[in-house]
Every structure is written in structure tokens, then in C-alpha cells.
């Protein structure tokens, strides 16, 4: 089976730096990607991860710890446009389905 | 800019009713996704095609859903007959991958999306 856990919503100041976290359980772990969601729009594709280790992109860096299954996006010099859902999201050979989302983390950025 | 269309943008429709969505993949994306997403139960995959093959589509109540991609273009999920809870954004997405199942995936592109309401 599949499950992807991550924290419902977060709140972070204009200007400070925010980690959310992912945790997973798959049996066919094949790598992990972030993407950002604005009201009402698509997401969009943040970052992927395949192998251990940081991965960095400008104010964003994601996280990979396969052996703990466990994940984390970095946002770093928060703006207020950062305002978004953050999705999780597995690829699993296991099962049929090849790509499994979390719920999603509701970011709001504060002044 | 090379996006993924989706048509149409709103459907309001009473139950009972056929819905068709479409989606035109990025040209030369071998792989189309179909997502169903709520605030209940956030993105859901219904289907996904690979070189306009189904390779999984578990995701999706039979008896009411079906998706095709009738040519490496176009990409349809229809409703017949809608239902009040199948209100909800249908999202279309696609990634170039290779054929290879064990090699990773690409990033998807997604459309923006059908938001559709069923009275």
C-alpha cells in the first residue's frame, strides 16, 4: 500500500524560512517530488528527488532520506507569493498507480 | 511555450448528464495523466496512458467513467451519467518518460484544469 503523510496546514512569516515535511510508506520507493499549488491554478513542479541528500534550488531545497522515508521542502527568504499548497508526492512501482500525492500542505505567508 | 490545453475551463451540467473533457497533451509527451481533485480527498489519479495505451485506470468508477485518447493529441475522460459527487477540478497532465517502466519520471505538466459542478 501507499501512504503519504504531511502536516494539513502551516503559517510563516514574510521574510523567515519554513520546512514541511513528508513522510511515506511505499514498498516500490522510485523517488519523490514537490510541487507548489496556488488557489485556483495547476501545480506546479517544484523539485524531484531520487537519491539521499539535499537538493537546491534557489530559495527552494528539497530532502530525501529513503531509509526513514521522510522528505522535506525548504523555503527560505519567504515572500508573500509563497502563499500556496505544497504537494508531496511519491513514485511507487508497487502498486498500478505510479505516482501518488499527499494531501497537500497549506502555506500562509504573513506580513 | 509549449502547454497542456484543457477544455472546457467550467462545465455546470445537472446529474444525469454525459460530461466530456479534453486535454491536449504537450507534443511529444508519451504519457497523459487524469487527476480528480477535491478538498476531501486532495489530487487523485483516475487514469494515465502511455504511447495512447491505458496502462492503469483503477482510479476510476467503471461504470460511469471512461477515458481514450482517440490519437497522440487529444485525451478524453467522460462522465455518463454525472453525479452531484463527481463535482470537483478534473486535471490533465503529461510527462515524456521512456519507455523503460523502471527508469524515473519526468516532471508533469498540467493543464489547468475542468472545474465541473453536476446540480
Known amino acids: 500500500g501507499q501512504n503519504i503523510d504531511q502536516p494539513t496546514e502551516m503559517t510563516a512569516t514574510e521574510g523567515a524560512i519554513v520546512q514541511i515535511n513528508c513522510t511515506y510508506q511505499?514498498?516500490?520507493?522510485?523517488?519523490l517530488f514537490w510541487y507548489q499549488q496556488h488557489a485556483g491554478e495547476a501545480p506546479t513542479f517544484l523539485s524531484y528527488n531520487v537519491l539521499d541528500g539535499l537538493e537546491e534550488k534557489g530559495r527552494f531545497s528539497s530532502f530525501l532520506s529513503r531509509s526513514k522515508g521522510y522528505s522535506y521542502l525548504l523555503l527560505k527568504e519567504l515572500q508573500m507569493k509563497d502563499s500556496a499548497s505544497y504537494l508531496c508526492?511519491?513514485?511507487?512501482?508497487?502498486?498500478?498507480?505510479?505516482?501518488?500525492f499527499g494531501k497537500g500542505t497549506r502555506l500562509s505567508v504573513i506580513a | 511555450d509549449a502547454r497542456v490545453t484543457q477544455t472546457p475551463r467550467h462545465k455546470v451540467t445537472e446529474m444525469g448528464q454525459e460530461v466530456t473533457m479534453r486535454c491536449q497533451p504537450i507534443l511529444g509527451h508519451n504519457t497523459v495523466f487524469w487527476y480528480r481533485q477535491t478538498m476531501m480527498q486532495g489530487l487523485e489519479l483516475l487514469a494515465y496512458?502511455?504511447?495512447?495505451?491505458?496502462?492503469?485506470d483503477s482510479g476510476m468508477p467503471k461504470d460511469r467513467f471512461s477515458a481514450e485518447m482517440p490519437d497522440a493529441t487529444l485525451a478524453t475522460l467522460k462522465i455518463q451519467p454525472s453525479e452531484p459527487r463527481d463535482s470537483a477540478v478534473y486535471f490533465c497532465?503529461?510527462?515524456?518518460?521512456?519507455?523503460?517502466?523502471?527508469?524515473?519520471?519526468?516532471?508533469?505538466?498540467f493543464g489547468p484544469g475542468t472545474r465541473l459542478t453536476v446540480l
Open positions: 497532465a503529461s510527462a515524456g518518460t521512456s519507455g523503460n517502466r523502471a527508469s524515473s519520471y519526468n516532471e508533469q505538466f
Open positions: 496512458f502511455r504511447n495512447r495505451a491505458p496502462l492503469d
Open positions: 508526492a511519491v513514485i511507487d512501482w508497487s502498486g498500478n498507480t505510479p505516482l501518488v
Open positions: 511505499t514498498s516500490g520507493f522510485n523517488g
